[in-house]
């Protein structure tokens, strides 16, 4: 009886230590700390503005924002259009010389959230967010919650799961922040609501020194140039496949493309095979977009490529093979051979004023 008597006891402290850990996490500081990458334009991005719209919009407040950006590329722009939206209380730019690495970062973010105390930090699914959210989560001891389409309340959310056949609505339970990533055709419709003016810093002397981590080196990149819009921020992206069956005949979807004033995308196919580079490819391991009007040529519809853009506005299909996966979920499709239509569609075009470049 004795032992049982101890054992309970020790059950009874534990049940109100976890009791007291409980109550600790849920009297942390309400507060929203985003994440947010200078692209070099000195504007928000696609992922930047779903970032800010899902803090501003869903998340509690107030709002607190690090700015990651180059030194000289446009960070104190970024920094001045985030501290004018409602809601901002403090932004902090980060700048580096090199290119932004995840490891660094995700120690200066560790840094910045045992200070301010956030109860989330967001940022969006972009390259940069999928690789600094799991290192931040770690230094954190929580698991993160990846890809966002829907905030039910501030511990449950939606996410896709089985390349977007499913949707999971998951609830953090987590005594430490959420740290969240969300998808930028989630939360980029929506409007920024802009009537604030926050105090703006720069980073302090502490998170400096994080930023000379050796764990990583940065080495370069390599960019392709385009007057075009980008991917995953364009109105109307044009897609090619495996059908076009070289890089030359890819030149078709680029008249196309700047016919309509859009971007060109690939599926993984036609990035495997060495069409196209793949930055362009759309789908699962791609890029997810969600245009006003997207046109997909020579493309099956594999089920990895309609989890990059079924959530388009329009989807026109045109394809040979009339039982190709890509016509179920087409608003518009048209049955034939590619070399024979686009040309036809381009000389349409033109007629109604869309000139070639």
């Known amino acids: 009886m004795f032992g049982i008597v101890r054992h309970l006891n020790r059950r009874n402290h534990a049940s109100a230590s ?82 932004f690495l995840a490891e660094p970062l995700s ?32 230094l954190l001891d929580c698991a993160p919650v990846t890809d966002v389409t829907e905030v039910v309340d501030e511990k449950t959310f939606v996410r896709p799961i089985y390349a977007g056949n499913a949707l999971s609505t998951v609830k953090f339970v987590g005594s430490g922040p959420v740290v969240m990533t969300v998808r930028a055709t989630a939360f980029g419709s929506e409007k920024l609501e802009s009537s604030g003016e926050a105090e703006i810093e720069q980073l302090g002397e502490e998170e400096k020194a994080l930023m000379g981590s050796n764990l990583s080196e940065w080495v370069g990149e390599e960019k392709t140039e385009s007057e075009r819009p980008l991917l995953d921020a364009a109105r109307v992206v044009i897609s090619g496949g495996r059908a076009l069956k070289s890089e030359e005949n890819f030149k078709m979807l680029e008249e196309l493309a700047d ?21 362009m490819q759309v789908g699962q391991t791609g890029k997810v977009v969600a245009p006003e009007l997207y046109v997909a040529i020579g493309i099956s519809g594999a089920v990895q490529h309609l989890a990059g853009m079924k959530d388009s506005k329009t989807i026109v299909a045109i394809n040979k093979d009339a039982e190709a996966p890509i016509f179920k979920i087409a608003d518009y499709g048209l049955v034939g051979d590619l070399f024979t239509v686009l040309p036809e569609l381009s000389a349409k075009l033109e007629a109604l004023g869309y000139e070639k470049k």
């Open 18 to 99: 976890n009791a007291r850990s409980l109550t600790d996490a849920w009297t942390r500081a309400l507060g929203t700390l985003c994440v947010v990458e200078g692209s070099g334009a000195g504007e928000l991005d696609a992922a930047a503005k779903a970032t800010m719209v899902c803090a501003q919009k869903h998340l509690p407040k107030p709002i607190w924002a690090v700015v990651a950006s180059r030194s000289g590329a446009g960070g104190e722009d970024l920094a001045k259009s985030v501290a004018g939206l409602e809601g901002v209380e403090k932004v902090v730019v980060a700048e580096t010389e090199g290119g």
């Open 107 to 138: 120690a200066v973010l560790h840094s910045l959230v045992g200070k301010q105390d956030p109860s989330h930090v967001v940022t969006g699914s972009s390259t940069f967010g999928k690789n600094l959210a799991p290192r931040l989560a770690a």
């Open 259 to 279: 016919q309509l004033g859009g971007a060109v995308g690939a599926s993984r196919a036609a990035v495997d095979a060495g069409m196209c580079p793949n930055d």
